[in-house]
């Protein structure tokens, strides 16, 4: 949802039967509007996700770097 170019960012795999729900940006941004709670956990969320991602990359440029040519 957050991505320039809207494209998804990761991938489900689903182990049982269940149900796909889709909420379009449009919703989500007023949904943020609407109820101050969901907009910050949903910035708290997403702040959260891209710190664990720069913290992954991170790691595994110090592991290449570490590692014997």
Known sequence: MLAPDNRRTAT???V??????SITYEQVEQLYYQNPTFGFYFLRLATARLFDNISRLETELTRQRAAPA
Do not use: A, M, Q, R
Not at 16 to 21: F, R
């Open 12 to 14: 489900l795999e689903c």
């Open 16 to 21: 049982e039967n269940g149900k796909v729900l």
